[in-house]
């Protein structure tokens, strides 16, 4: 079937002009191509392939070497007077689930038992020497895998040391990662690898949406003829990324051009040196691509809007982005070089059809203020008055003289009862700041798991230490397999060197690692929650958590309950930037409906269960205990439901008198349960230590 014509891409400018830098120049480091669901960002990185010049290889070299310049060290050398062959530039994707065997190859199996022979079987990485190498959902796929691509993507070779086999051989490829910021952030370290990033979105203008849906409806309709329509316009484009290498050792980078590189670079506070060096290469491809012959202001300007944005996250719940006001004055201060716009005499070249350059976003507003600092649009909240204060000893207010208890065993205020305030009405919801994040304490699923790999309960996982072997077929244990097959080589007739192999002899690893988990966070956003300020240092705690649940790669859900009812204010997701964008404008105020919070908790358990039974929950419980809508007897049976999961209870209880509500939930949950000072781990580094050897 034809592929989407590359030409036939409807706006995607930036996105465009990135893919044709890596094309012109690969050494510019691969784009991450960030974007909404549904966005064309697979349609386009499909296309590229079809653009790139055919590739001469050594014939029969499943490396791909070069027959002008084979590599003297490639397994499949040496490549004396090989046959040259010519075959298009393959485009290589990485599925998600890919494990490290299939990435970098390993040893092969079948000959090494059979044979005696050690003999390396390739992986994706040597396919996609010279090629394109495109990794989608790359925020999906594990960090050891995407630390492995972007080594070899960086030194232009990988590297196999293992099972007794070292291989060494060239790949150099244009990598091209796609992700869904929704479904979860890459690492800072990890965004930092990627040379350039392009930011997509649907266009909201609807004739520019109509014109989509056209031209995909009439691709659908006639995949070939489509594509014999755009076939000039992408035979144009490829044209020009040949002519464009061509020229790019010729492109002067004057000294000019390279302080302003660093200058940017200084500015903008970027860590280390990859970023200048990227906005160096991508510069000379983008004047090779416009046919000049030395690096102008302008291809300067366009380098930082796409390898900057992405490398400005200080912090997991920044957002990427880039203020191009401030990069226009930094241009303006060290623009005045010397840029004479071609410097070779007799320059005739035509000029490439090179995409639009989009006009300049709006400036991304950036955020100055430290991870969790105090930033409020509301006027603070007042000091409570210790005379009239519901949670204080309220000496200044008189107490009524009936008063209407509540039935027995309810888990209610009895602060706010004898002052007659049930606290802050549910129609006048309140919002407040979260206090500054901090490292929490280690909290684990007990036992071990086999869930999605990650940095928090013990699992068996596809990396870690081997614990042992077991029947399979997915990476095969050599020592366990041999000893399987040895009792049995008499009884099956072996005669020669090689063992005789059967199917049920096969072992598998089983290895030992760490899981990531969904931690559901279950918070007390009432009226109660709110007085004293104690939604601020809520806020704090359940931040510094999301904070450490994205470094343990988990899944977050949160689950607020306030007034009269619960809601799911994030389904379970790997974005825990959402959970802190909820958590930031999370309102408080009304009473206090406990049950209905765990209630709703346990339903959001039930459904992620059926969608990924192997990852196993976490619940945290942010609450004082009160129950203040619905009785206790309601709270502890919904509490019953969540006695399969792991759970942690986060008494938010204050004041000098404590009715210990929190505890008698916990008991009912069988959790731990912690109070909300002591969950700083810097203050409880031996009961860490404690939990760390569990």
């Known amino acids: 079937m034809n592929t989407y014509p590359f030409s036939a891409v409807a706006g995607l400018e930036d996105l465009k002009l990135a893919l044709l830098i890596n094309a012109v120049s690969p050494s510019v480091g691969g784009v991450l191509v960030r974007g909404e669901k549904g966005t064309a960002k697979s349609t386009i990185v499909r296309a590229l392939a079809g653009l790139l010049p055919a590739v001469s290889t050594v014939a029969g070299c ?241 380098a930082a809007r796409l390898a900057l944005p992405h490398r400005r996250r200080r912090d997991p719940f920044d957002a990427p982005g880039l203020d191009e006001d401030r990069l226009d004055d930094v241009l303006d201060r060290t623009g005045d070089y010397d840029t004479e716009e071609d410097p070779r005499p007799g320059s005739t070249r035509p000029k490439p059809p090179s995409p639009p350059v989009p006009e300049p976003r709006p400036p991304v507003e950036e955020d100055d203020s430290e991870a969790g600092a105090e930033v409020t649009t509301e006027d603070p909240e007042p000091e409570p008055d210790p005379d009239t204060d519901p949670d204080g000893p309220g000496s200044g207010t008189p107490v009524p003289d009936a008063v209407d208890l509540p039935a027995e065993g309810a888990l209610v205020d009895i602060g706010q009862a004898l002052s007659g305030n049930a606290g802050p009405r549910p129609d006048r919801p309140t919002t407040s700041p979260a206090d500054a994040a901090y490292r929490p304490r280690l909290f684990v699923v007990p036992g071990i798991g086999e869930g999605a790999p990650g940095r928090r309960s013990r699992a068996r996982t596809p990396y870690g230490r081997t614990t042992g072997a077991r029947p399979g077929f997915r990476t095969v244990h050599l020592a366990g397999t041999l000893f399987a097959a040895a009792p049995h080589q008499r009884s099956r007739g072996r005669s020669g060197p090689g063992l005789v192999i059967r199917a049920d002899d096969i072992r598998e690893p089983v290895r030992e690692g760490r899981e990531g988990n969904l931690v559901l966070f279950v918070v007390d956003a009432s009226g ?146 912690v109070r909300l000072e002591d969950l700083p781990a810097d203050g409880l580094a031996g009961v860490v230590r404690d939990r760390r050897v569990a």
Not at 111 to 129: F, I, N
Not at 643 to 655: F, H, I, K, P
């Open 62 to 302: 499943r490396f791909s070497c070069d027959p002008d310049a084979p590599d003297p060290e490639c397994p499949d050398g040496p490549h004396d007077e090989a046959e040259r062959q010519e075959r298009p530039a393959r485009l290589v994707e990485l599925p998600v689930g890919a494990s490290e065997d299939r990435l970098v190859g390993s040893l092969d199996i079948e000959r090494a038992l059979t044979e005696g022979v050690r003999a390396y079987q390739p992986g994706l990485l040597a396919a996609a020497h010279r090629g394109v190498l495109y990794v989608d959902e790359v925020n999906l796929l594990h960090d050891h895998l995407v630390d492995l691509l972007l080594d070899a993507a960086a030194m232009g070779q990988s590297y196999v040391e293992r099972e007794g086999v070292s291989v060494r051989h060239a790949s150099r490829f244009l990598l091209v990662g796609t992700m869904n910021p929704e479904e979860g952030e890459l690492r800072p370290q990890l965004l930092d690898r990627f040379g350039l990033t392009a930011e997509v979105a649907a266009t909201r203008d609807p004739d520019e949406r109509a014109e989509v849906v056209r031209r995909r409806l009439a691709y659908e309709a006639d995949p070939g003829g489509f594509a014999a329509d755009w076939s000039r316009a992408d035979a144009e484009l490829a044209w020009h990324i040949r002519a464009a290498r061509d020229r790019l050792p010729g492109v002067v980078l004057s000294d000019g051009a390279l302080r302003q590189i660093t200058a940017v670079c200084a500015e903008f506070e970027v860590d280390g040196l990859r970023a200048d060096l990227v906005m160096a290469r991508a510069a000379i491809a983008l004047a090779a691509w416009h046919d000049r012959g030395a690096v102008t202001p302008a291809d300067v300007r366009l």
């Open 528 to 673: 109660s929650m709110a007085a004293r300020q104690r939604m601020r240092a809520v806020k704090g705690a359940v931040l510094s958590l999301l904070l450490d649940a994205y470094q343990r790669r988990d899944k977050v859900g949160l689950v607020t309950f306030r007034g009269g009812s619960a809601e799911t204010a994030l389904p379970p997701t790997s974005s825990v930037e959402a959970g802190a964008r909820r958590l930031e404008d999370l309102p408080t105020g009304g009473r206090t409906p406990l049950a209905a919070g765990l209630l709703r908790a346990a339903g959001v358990l039930r459904a992620e269960h059926l969608r990924d039974p192997a990852r196993r929950p976490l619940v945290v419980v942010v609450t004082d205990g009160r129950a203040t809508h619905g009785s206790v007897d309601d709270a502890l049976r919904a509490a019953a439901l969540l006695r399969e999961a792991t759970s942690v209870v986060v008494d938010c209880e204050s004041g000098p008198v404590r009715l210990g509500l929190a505890a008698r939930l916990a008991e009912r949950l069988g959790a731990e349960i």
